[in-house]
Nanobody
Framework: QVQLVESGGGLVQAGGSLRLSCAAS????????MGWFRQAPGKEREFVAR????????YYADSVKGRFAISRDNAKNTLYLQMNSLKPEDTAIYYC??????????????????WGQGTQVTVSS
């Protein structure tokens, strides 16, 4: 199982940027789809973005498309989420997620095999 540790959250004004990182342990990182989910107060956890093991194929929720960019460095076992043009509605706890196994997709909550502990992102208006 992959162990995940997020970092990079914080408080930012609307229109600002943040970069989240997720350090992963485990020898299978390079074969697993990785993603980011978020959960706002009083709401269900939702999908934000996913990147397949190749590092090329990405997919985004409509709410973040064009503003967020997901990337990965397989040599460093690290996943990133660059968040630009942040809005107050982006305020949430952001969770790093790893797929259930090698060469499987990751979009739904049921596709997740491992979760990070979460990092808080707060966007002030």
């Amino acid at each position: 199982q992959v162990q995940l540790v997020e970092s990079g959250g914080g408080l930012v004004q609307a229109g600002g940027s943040l970069r989240l990182s997720c350090a992963a342990s485990g020898r299978t990182f390079g074969t697993i789809s990785m993603g980011w989910f978020r959960q706002a107060p009083g709401k269900e956890r939702e999908f934000v973005a996913r990147i397949r093991w190749t590092g090329i194929d990405t997919y985004y929720a409509d709410s973040v498309k064009g503003r967020f960019a997901i990337s990965r460095d397989n040599a460093k076992n690290t996943l990133y989420l660059q968040m630009n043009s942040l809005k107050p509605e982006d305020t949430a706890i952001y969770y790093c997620a790893a797929g259930r196994g090698s060469y499987l997709d990751l979009i739904r909550l049921s596709d997740v095999g491992s979760w990070g502990q979460g990092t808080q992102v707060t966007v002030s208006s």
